[in-house]
Structure formats: structure tokens, C-alpha cells
């Protein structure tokens, strides 16, 4: 079977999306390594994009400010090599691992989107929009509107 063929084997692509979450929630830095391609790039909302030790190393900042995070999966959609997944993600902003003291607030977002495109068995490309506005306001950071 050639990468094409791979790459475009939707319920596999999904299967590495849902083993990347179980990685992502049990902060295994190494095992997210390896399902990044070498040109792995992640666009994160606003954020300029991240390559993969970038994204890692965010993560871990995560991981430390929110130590109880948890991503839940609701949906994924796919097609050839593209995989959709519909996410929410909850935590207690307890640690200092963003720079920003903890608020010992918790948030959830309910809405989350990411896109992730594969090359050869691997993610390289991720996509991700969530309510950050909504996110910054649980912890006490924004003000709430009215």
C-alpha cells in the first residue's frame, strides 16, 4: 500500500486522533512526538504557528497551569487524508505554567474544532479554534460580558 493510500484511510487517520488525545490527556510529551511528521505545524487561534517541539512545549506549560485538564471527544469527521474533531475540555487553573499566577478557577470550553492533515501516517498539519474569549473569562482574566 503506497502513503497515499495510507494517508487517506479515514477510521485509521481517526484512530491516531483519538490515541493522540489519550496522549495529550495522560501528558505524554514523547508519545506526541511521534505522530508529528517532520514539518509538523500548528496553528492555535491567534497564535503564531508552532512547530512540533513548540506545540510540546506548550503543552507542558498547559499541563503545568492545568493540571487536571482533560480533553473529551464528541465527533470526528474525516475525509482522505483531513480528519474534523469536535472537542470540549475542562480544568482547574492551579499552577503557574503559562505565567499567569494561578486563579484556582475552573473553565470549560464545550466548543472546540481542530483539523488535522496527514502525510505518510503522521499529523502534519493541525488546526485548532476554541473560545478563548469564554476561556479567559472563566478564569477571572477577562471581564464577563453583559
Request: aromatic letters at 10%.
Amino acid at each position: 500500500m503506497d502513503s497515499v493510500t495510507n494517508d487517506n484511510d479515514v477510521e485509521k487517520n481517526k484512530k491516531i486522533i483519538v490515541e493522540n488525545v489519550e496522549m495529550w490527556n495522560s501528558r505524554s510529551s514523547e508519545g506526541l512526538r511521534r505522530q508529528f511528521h517532520p514539518k509538523y505545524v500548528a496553528f492555535m487561534n491567534e497564535d503564531p504557528p508552532r512547530d512540533a517541539e513548540a506545540y510540546v512545549s506548550a503543552s507542558e506549560a498547559y499541563w503545568n497551569a492545568f493540571p487536571d485538564v482533560h480533553v473529551t471527544i464528541h465527533d470526528l469527521f474525516g475525509e482522505k487524508n483531513i480528519v474534523i474533531k469536535h472537542w470540549s475540555m475542562k480544568g482547574t487553573h492551579s499552577g503557574d505554567g503559562l505565567g499567569i499566577p494561578a486563579t484556582g478557577k475552573t473553565f470549560e470550553l464545550g466548543n472546540g474544532l481542530s483539523t488535522y492533515e496527514f502525510e505518510n501516517g503522521l499529523i502534519k498539519k493541525y488546526h485548532v479554534v476554541s473560545d478563548n474569549h469564554s476561556f479567559l473569562q472563566q478564569l477571572g482574566l477577562l471581564p464577563k460580558s453583559e
